[in-house]
Structures are given as structure tokens and as C-alpha cells.
């Protein structure tokens, strides 16, 4: 019916006036604001930096393969299978066996519910390809191994690229997966991408290692450079402390010596295991390591049993803050290398802007000047509901802190054309019924129940499509999705609250002429 109770008419005016405010919200000062929320632009409207990372699995390769190998000789030499001749090269590693015990390591290598050999109850196939090669065997990923290991490489390297991005509080950063090896990140409002790219382009694998110069090492030992690239030492391969025992790094002025350094704190293992080193090895130099530099070499005067230390190395305070950062972070499982870079000048997204709102003022005044033309009053209410639809689309997209992109712009396009379509559904609707029926009241009233169905299957078979955009597409892709998601709904309640409760108070005050509607 077209009947509206009180309590009905409060509700949708209430709704209608708070997205209405909170969209105004958006033309205010951020200390004037009804609530601390606007609606952020994307790369293509504020202008900023684009970089597409790929993804250097070598040495994560290499590492796993490393650590295979020890399991593997551990494993089959508990069930009485000696390996020999072990070498790790090439990304393949390849051991001798005695012939009489190679089908038997052969066989339960390949067994589909292989301990040292998994995946295959998951995939169908293993995680390790094995070929025998006369006197030798060799191992290597299989195309499911390397999947897996790209897959989980690229989800550590993209939650940690979020934690550094997000750690410089760059305003809605887009941070998404491009196959399995690469990772897109676009910065909006940031110009300059150098301390970016600076933070992105570091593993931050940090190790603590003693300075060695003997040559019994039983780790062995390599010779490391300073980060200045002038002095260098040979340090040794025992690692005695990781990043990963890393709770928290902070920079701070060291009041002895007035220099900028990194305070960082250690976990209870790592405390443990710090404080039994130093302890044992007072005097002696520890290299800290970062990406394979020596930061710096201090000598340990004192055991350090508290967990909590510092690393000096000549630090302005901008470096030893992105230090600090990179250590709270955690390291990448892999380099990143950036493949493309585009800068996005905010000249161009402001132009992005006008032509994106110079379209949507263009189509949106063709279709109220066609609408009035054709609807007269009725269309005039239509125009209304259809600013008021706009007004509380925007409104949403505030609340939720939407990122609005250019491809948004034109959802909202189409949102505008997708509730113009179903006041158009309608009012001919109602003209057929008027025909039949002389009464103005139940006439419309039974435009609007015959014209439902048609208006819903439209609006639910976008909104399907849109949702199937969300999750699929991404970028750009999304902002359209989203925008007109949104606008679906808010279409739907217009057209059924707004533009009906307008119709209806019309049609009550001239339900007596005969044409109320041409």
C-alpha cells in the first residue's frame, strides 16, 4: 500500500539526514567534522606511487632444499639407510646409496603417505620429484613443491611489505598479489617513493655471529663486509641469535655517547640464549649482521642476561628509525625486486578528478532533464530521490573509509542509470494500470507490486556480478565493485522509501484527477 505510518516516515527521514551529514562530512576541516571519517582517494585521483615487486625464491629455494637435505639423511638413517656423498647444487640435491638399499629408499620416497615426502593425500602429487640416475640420486622440487613454496613465500613477503608499509602510516596503501611471485603495492599521496623502495628493497635478515679468525671454526667462516664497504672480517657461520627472537626495536639517543641508536628487546628464548653466549664469551667481538653487512662489532665487556641490548653503527635518526622498523617488521623470506615503478603527480589525479566529476554532473543532469520532461511531477520526484540516492551512497562509502578510484566514479554512474531505471519500470507500469483502474490510489499501488519483481531481478543479478568483481577482480576493479554494490542498495531503498513516500503523499492530495500521470 501507499499508506505510510508515523514511526516509517521517522525512520527513513532519520536515515536519509545521517548519511546525508556524514557525507557532508567529507567538506569539513578534520576538527569540525560530524565524525572522524572521509572517504580516501586511489592512486588514479590523489596521485602517488605504483611499484610492482617480484619475488626472488632462489635462496628460499636453496634454504629449504638446504634443510630437506638434513631431514632426509637424519630420517633414513634411522630406518638403517646410509647416505653418501650428500651435495646440494643447482637447486638439486644428489647422494649416493648402496644399490641393495636404493629401491627400498626409492620406494619409500615415492609412497603416497611418505613422511619425508608429503602432499600427494592433498594434490596428487609430492613435494619432492626423486630420479635415479644409475650412481646417483637426485631430488628437486616437484611443480606442486615449487607452487607451494612461491605460494607461502609470496603470503609471508606480502604481510610483511603491509607491516612496513603500514608502519610509515602511508594513507591506504593497496597492498595485492600478482601471480605467485609478485606483489603490487600502490601508495596514495606519496610522491616520492625513495625511502619506500629503501624499506622494501632490505630482506632484514639480522643475525648475531661472533668475529673469528680461526680457522678450526667447526661452522666454518666467511668474510663479511661493513656496511661501509671499506673494512671487512671474517666472521663466523654459527648463527647465535636471529631477528626472529626480536620482540621489539626502538631508536634511541644514547646519553653516553650522544649518538643515535637501536634498542631492541629479545624474547625469553632469545634472552636465554644471548645471555649464556655473552656470558661465555666476554672479550670477544660479536658481529651484528644485517642482509650479510657487518652493522657494527662490538666487544662484550659483560654478560647481557637481560634481554636487552642496542646496535650502534653511525646512525642518523631517520636511519635508525627505518632500522628499528624493518627489525619490528621481521624479515622477507626472499629479496624483492622492483620490476616497474610509476609515480602518479597529483596535477594528474586532480584532472582525473574534474573529468570524473565533470562526467557524472553531465549524465546526471541529461537524465533529470529527460525524466522531468517525461514524468513532469513524478519526475521532478525522481530527480530528488535520485540526488538523495547519491547523497547517501557517499555517505556509506565515508563511513566505511571507502577508497574511492575513477573506476568508482563510473559505479556511481551507473548506479545513478540503475535507479532512473527502475522509477521508469514503474511509472509505465502505472500507466498500464491506469487503464484499467480509475482509481489514482490503487492504481499506483499496484504499479509498484507488479513492477517488483522485474526491479529486483535487475538490481540482484548486478549486484551478483559485483560481488563476483569483488573477489575476483582487484584495484581498480574493486573500487567499481564496490561503489556499485553499494549503489544497488541504496537504489533499492530510494525507490522503495523515498521516492514511494513522496509518490504517496502526491497521489493522496490529487487522487481525484483523472490524469495524475501522462
Same mark, same amino acid.
Given at each position: ?340 615503478? =610509476? *609515480?602518479?603527480?597529483? $596535477? ?6 574534474? #573529468?570524473? +566529476? %565533470?562526467?557524472?554532473?553531465? &549524465? ?87 513492477? =517488483? *519483481?522485474?526491479?529486483? $531481478? ?6 551478483? #556480478?559485483? +560481488? %563476483?568483481?569483488?573477489?575476483? &577482480? ?45
Amino acid at each position: 500500500m501507499l499508506y505510510f505510518s508515523k514511526l516509517r516516515i521517522i525512520f527513513i527521514s532519520f536515515i536519509s539526514l545521517f548519511f546525508i551529514l556524514i557525507t557532508f562530512n567529507n567538506l569539513l576541516d578534520s576538527d569540525k567534522r560530524f565524525i572522524d571519517k572521509k572517504i580516501n582517494l586511489g592512486l588514479d585521483l590523489l596521485g602517488g606511487s605504483y611499484l610492482l615487486l617480484e619475488i626472488d625464491n632462489s635462496p628460499v629455494i636453496d634454504q629449504k632444499l638446504q634443510n630437506a637435505s638434513v631431514q632426509i639423511k637424519s630420517y633414513f638413517k634411522e630406518k638403517n639407510i646410509r647416505i653418501r656423498n650428500l651435495n646440494l647444487d643447482k637447486q638439486k640435491i644428489t647422494f649416493t646409496v648402496d644399490e641393495e638399499q636404493k629401491q627400498n629408499l626409492i620406494d619409500d620416497f615415492k609412497k603416497e603417505d611418505s613422511e619425508i615426502n608429503p602432499y600427494y593425500s592433498r594434490f596428487k602429487s609430492h613435494k619432492f620429484d626423486l630420479i635415479d640416475l644409475e650412481n646417483t640420486l637426485e631430488i628437486s622440487f616437484s611443480k606442486q613443491g615449487l607452487i607451494e613454496l612461491k605460494t607461502s613465500s609470496q603470503d609471508q613477503a606480502l604481510e610483511i611489505v603491509r607491516r612496513r608499509i603500514d608502519e610509515i602510516g602511508t594513507n591506504e596503501p593497496n597492498i595485492l598479489k600478482r601471480g605467485n611471485d609478485r606483489i603490487l603495492v600502490e601508495l596514495p599521496g606519496l610522491d616520492d617513493p625513495m625511502r619506500i623502495k629503501s624499506l622494501l628493497g632490505k630482506t632484514a635478515n639480522l643475525t648475531f655471529r661472533f668475529v673469528s679468525n680461526n680457522d678450526g671454526d667447526s661452522f666454518g667462516i666467511e668474510k663479511l663486509k661493513y656496511e661501509d664497504n671499506l673494512n671487512e672480517d671474517f666472521v663466523s657461520k654459527r648463527i647465535i641469535l636471529s631477528g626472529e627472537n626480536l620482540l621489539d626495536a626502538q631508536p634511541r639517543m644514547n646519553n653516553q655517547t650522544n649518538e643515535t641508536v637501536v634498542s631492541f628487546t629479545l624474547d625469553r628464548v632469545g634472552a636465554k640464549r644471548f645471555g649464556k653466549a655473552t656470558s661465555a664469551n666476554i672479550g670477544r667481538k660479536l658481529a651484528i649482521v644485517l642482509d650479510g653487512k657487518i652493522i657494527s662489532a662490538p666487544v662484550i665487556r659483560d654478560t647481557i642476561a637481560s634481554g636487552n641490548g642496542q646496535i650502534s653503527g653511525g646512525f642518523t635518526f631517520q636511519t635508525a628509525t627505518d632500522l628499528a622498523l624493518l627489525l619490528r617488521s621481521g624479515a622477507l623470506p626472499a629479496p624483492l625486486n622492483i620490476i616497474e615503478e =610509476r *609515480t602518479v603527480g597529483p $596535477d594528474l589525479g586532480q584532472d582525473s578528478i574534474n #573529468a570524473g +566529476i %565533470i562526467a557524472l554532473i553531465i &549524465g546526471f543532469s541529461l537524465v533529470v532533464v529527460f525524466i522531468f520532461i517525461k514524468y513532469k511531477t513524478f519526475g521532478l520526484i525522481t530527480n530528488i530521490t535520485l540526488i538523495i540516492n547519491l547523497l547517501i551512497l557517499l555517505g556509506i562509502l565515508t563511513l566505511f573509509e571507502a577508497t574511492l578510484t575513477l573506476p568508482g566514479i563510473a559505479g556511481i554512474i551507473l548506479t545513478v542509470g540503475m535507479a532512473v531505471d527502475a522509477n521508469v519500470l514503474i511509472f509505465e507500469r502505472i500507466k498500464e494500470e491506469l487503464k484499467i483502474e480509475k482509481n489514482n490510489i490503487i492504481a499506483f499501488d499496484s504499479g509498484y507490486t507488479k513492477s =517488483r *519483481t522485474a526491479i529486483l $531481478d535487475a538490481n540482484i543479478t548486478t549486484l551478483l #556480478a559485483a +560481488i %563476483i568483481l569483488f573477489f575476483m &577482480g582487484s584495484g581498480p576493479i574493486k573500487g567499481f565493485s564496490v561503489t556499485l554494490g553499494v549503489g544497488i542498495f541504496t537504489t533499492l531503498f530510494s525507490v522503495y522509501f523515498i521516492a514511494r513516500l513522496f509518490t504517496s503523499i502526491y497521489v493522496a492530495k490529487n487522487k481525484d484527477k483523472e490524469s495524475i500521470i501522462q
